[in-house]
């Protein structure tokens, strides 16, 4: 067992865990936030997408380990000071972005990331960037109309900022 501390949405968690321990499982069974899903754990599907240091990864190609001393924000960090959902998870939800939702946390942190990079993103773009997130219920298309909907909520919202 080794100790490991990772600053998690803003906290701060130390655990003592076994060595080959996955971030994904670090982050659903030692903190306790479950919204960042288990798919294939062969870093296929993206529903474990995190951002470690301000990059998304697939947190099941990734040892809690290999972490320790980062900081990590899971879907859990979107939610506003005031309670309110953020800009992109109000636009998968105005666009009807989501059926089953497995996928839903993973593709909006790959969503944001590709945002941070792409404030105006194509359509092209995104199809490329979200590539690497499966899902099975949507065909894609409103899942490109809501990252568009929210790169142009977010540059607004941070014009007037």
């Known amino acids: ?14 655990h003592f865990i076994e060595e080959r321990t996955l971030l994904v499982n670090f982050i659903r069974e030692n903190c306790r936030l479950t919204g960042t899903h288990i ?9 474990c997408t995190v951002h470690l240091n301000d990059k998304a990864i697939k ?3 990734v040892l809690a380990l290999q972490a320790d001393g980062s ?3 899971t879907i859990e960090s979107l939610i506003q000071s005031d309670g309110n959902l953020h800009p ?7 666009e ?8 839903t946390p993973g593709m909006i942190m790959s969503a944001l990331n590709l945002l941070e990079m792409y404030p105006n993103p194509s359509e092209d773009l995104i199809r490329e960037q979200i590539s690497s997130n499966l899902c099975r219920c949507t065909g894609y298309h409103n899942i490109v ?13 941070n014009s007037i900022a």
Not at 88 to 94: C, D, K, L, R, Y
Not at 96 to 103: I, R, T
């Open 1 to 14: 067992m080794v100790s490991v501390s990772i600053n998690i949405n803003g906290k701060v968690e130390t």
């Open 39 to 47: 798919g294939c754990d062969t870093a296929q599907c993206g529903a």
């Open 59 to 61: 947190s099941c190609n």
């Open 71 to 73: 900081t990590v924000k």
């Open 88 to 94: 992109m998870q109000i636009a998968f939800n105005e």
């Open 96 to 103: 009807h972005a989501l059926q089953c939702g497995y996928c």
């Open 145 to 157: 109309k809501a990252i568009k909907s929210a790169a142009v909520k977010m540059n607004f919202k």
